[in-house]
T-cell receptor, first 115, second 114 residues
Framework: DQQVKQNSPSLSVQEGRISILNCDYT??????FLWYKKYPAEGPTFLIS?????DKNEDGRFTVFLNKSAKHLSLHIVPSQPGDSAVYFC??????????????FGKGTHLIIQP | NAGVTQTPKFQVLKTGQSMTLQCAQD?????MYWYRQDPGMGLRLIYY???????DKGEVPNGYNVSRLNKREFSLRLESAAPSQTSVYFC?????????????FGDGTRLSIL
């Protein structure tokens, strides 16, 4: 039973346009959400996160939106650049702050930025 | 900055052999984690250690053991390797002392069991 779902295995976007990656979750106990970027033969690299008390978090070209009622979050990348081509993982944690539990990951979305 | 270091980077084993994957972090983090990633899948948690001296099972612990050797090091052991354990293994660490913080990952160990 997948608790974090990324329904698009791949996404192709033109350079300079907006990339929107989506993620749905089923566990209402999740309260901290993260996006990781992964290049081949490397470990996941943290990109941006959001706590369940917020509905938006922005960091440069990256913005994450959280819709708790829909159990949905999205990552917006504006403008998209060739170096953004990678696999993006959505992840969630059930206990924030003092919790040490691991993350639950989606299967990832392969973003391809076309020139 | 080294961050999280995993050794070895690659390994091929025969079924039934044993092996220990090493992980060390230099960020003074309390918590450490082991994940595996299979083709077309997200990362799945094997074991974690909230602090030195404690370990807990994750989603897929069967066939593995762990040791939190000290605050820096967290090892993963396969006692009798099976082909189903062919995977990429990632170690991560996290700082628990200052609210919500992300996990930081090593570059992985690619393990093939023949």
């Amino acid at each position: 039973d997948q608790q974090v779902k990324q329904n698009s295995p791949s996404l192709s976007v033109q350079e300079g346009r907006i990339s929107i990656l989506n993620c749905d979750y089923t566990n209402s106990m999740f309260d901290y959400f993260l996006w990781y970027k992964k290049y081949p033969a490397e470990g996941p690299t943290f990109l941006i996160s959001i706590s369940s008390i917020k509905d938006k978090n922005e960091d440069g070209r990256f913005t994450v939106f959280l819709n708790k009622s829909a159990k949905h979050l999205s990552l917006h990348i504006v403008p998209s650049q060739p170096g953004d081509s990678a696999v993006y993982f959505c992840a969630a944690s059930a206990r924030s702050g003092g919790g040490a539990d691991g993350l639950t990951f989606g299967k990832g979305t392969h973003l391809i930025i076309q020139p | 900055n080294a961050g999280v270091t995993q050794t070895p980077k690659f390994q091929v084993l025969k079924t039934g052999q044993s092996m220990t994957l090493q992980c060390a972090q230099d960020m003074n983090h309390n918590s450490m984690y082991w994940y595996r990633q299979d083709p077309g899948m997200g990362l799945r948690l094997i074991y974690y250690s909230a602090s030195e001296g404690t370990t807990d099972k994750g989603e897929v612990p069967n066939g593995y053991n762990v040791s939190r050797l000290n605050k820096r090091e967290f090892s993963l052991r396969l006692e009798s390797a099976a082909p189903s354990q062919t995977s990429v293994y990632f170690c991560a660490s996290r700082d628990l002392t200052s609210g919500n913080q992300p996990q930081h990952f090593g570059d992985g160990t690619r393990l093939s069991i023949l």
